[in-house]
C-alpha cells in the first residue's frame, strides 16, 4: 500500500542550489497537490494540478515550479532555493469530489 | 481569500478529560473535513461533513458541522494519549472543477497519561 511516495525524505540545500521534490500516486487518482507546512501558518497550497496536462497556482507559488509529468508523477523544482523556502513539503492526490486528499509523509528541506 | 481560523492553537490535558476544538469561517464551505496529523508524517483523513448542522461520530469524536456551514467543532470524549496530535481542519469550495481544500493553522493537542 504505497498510496504518495515523497523522494528525498530529508535535504539540505546552500541558498541559490536548486533542486526537484519528486512524488508518485499509485491510486490512479487525477489530482494532485504540493503544499507547505510552516510553524503556525498551517498547510498552504504552492501548486496543484487538477487533472494530466494542467497545473495552476495555489496560494504561495513564488519560487517554485512545477511538472505534471504523467497521470501518477507531479514534481516540484526550486530552481534558486532561498531561506525563506525552508520548510517541510507535502504531495497529496485526490479524485474530484468530497474525496479525502491523501498526503504523503512529506520532505524536509533546509536552506542555508 | 477563504480563511479558518482554529481554536485553541495549542491544547495540553490529562488522560481521561473532555475537549472540544473549534474551526471557524466568514465563508460558505460545501464541506468541512478534519484531519490528524502525527510528528514526521502527512495529515490523515478523519471525517468529512456536509450538510449543514451534520454530526458525526467515530469512537470518542464526535464532529459537528455548523448550520450555515461557516464553522464545526471536534469533541474528544475521554482523551487518551493516543489522540495526541496535530489536528487540521480544511474547508473544502467546490466552485468550477477542481476541489481545493483552505486548511486551518491546526490544534496541536497533547495528552498526558
Known amino acids: 500500500n504505497a498510496g504518495v511516495t515523497q523522494t528525498p525524505k530529508f535535504q539540505v540545500l546552500k541558498t541559490g542550489q536548486s533542486m526537484t521534490l519528486q512524488c508518485a500516486q499509485d491510486m490512479n487518482h487525477n489530482s494532485m497537490y504540493w503544499y507547505r507546512q510552516d510553524p503556525g501558518m498551517g498547510l498552504r497550497l504552492i501548486y496543484y494540478?487538477?487533472?494530466?496536462?494542467?497545473?495552476d497556482k495555489g496560494e504561495v507559488p513564488n519560487g517554485y515550479n512545477v511538472s505534471r509529468l504523467n497521470k501518477r508523477e507531479f514534481s516540484l523544482r526550486l530552481e534558486s532555493a532561498a531561506p525563506s523556502q525552508t520548510s517541510v513539503y507535502f504531495c497529496?492526490?485526490?479524485?474530484?469530489?468530497?474525496?479525502?486528499?491523501?498526503f504523503g509523509d512529506g520532505t524536509r528541506l533546509s536552506i542555508l | 481569500t477563504q480563511l479558518l481560523e482554529q481554536s485553541p492553537q495549542f491544547l495540553s490535558i490529562q488522560e481521561g478529560e473532555n475537549l472540544t476544538v473549534y474551526c471557524n469561517s466568514s465563508?460558505?464551505?460545501?464541506?468541512l473535513q478534519w484531519y490528524r496529523q502525527e510528528p514526521g508524517e502527512g495529515p490523515v483523513l478523519l471525517v468529512t461533513v456536509v450538510t449543514g448542522g451534520e454530526v458525526k461520530k467515530l469512537k470518542r469524536l464526535t464532529f459537528q458541522f455548523g448550520d450555515a456551514r461557516k464553522d464545526s467543532s471536534l469533541h474528544i470524549t475521554a482523551a487518551q494519549p493516543g489522540d495526541t496530535g496535530l489536528y487540521l481542519c480544511a474547508g473544502i469550495n467546490s466552485g468550477g472543477s477542481n476541489y481545493k481544500l483552505t486548511f486551518g493553522k491546526g490544534t496541536l493537542l497533547t495528552v498526558n497519561p
Open positions: 497529496a492526490s485526490s479524485n474530484r469530489g468530497r474525496q479525502p486528499q491523501h
Open positions: 494540478s487538477a487533472s494530466e496536462g494542467t497545473t
Open positions: 465563508s460558505v464551505f460545501s464541506s
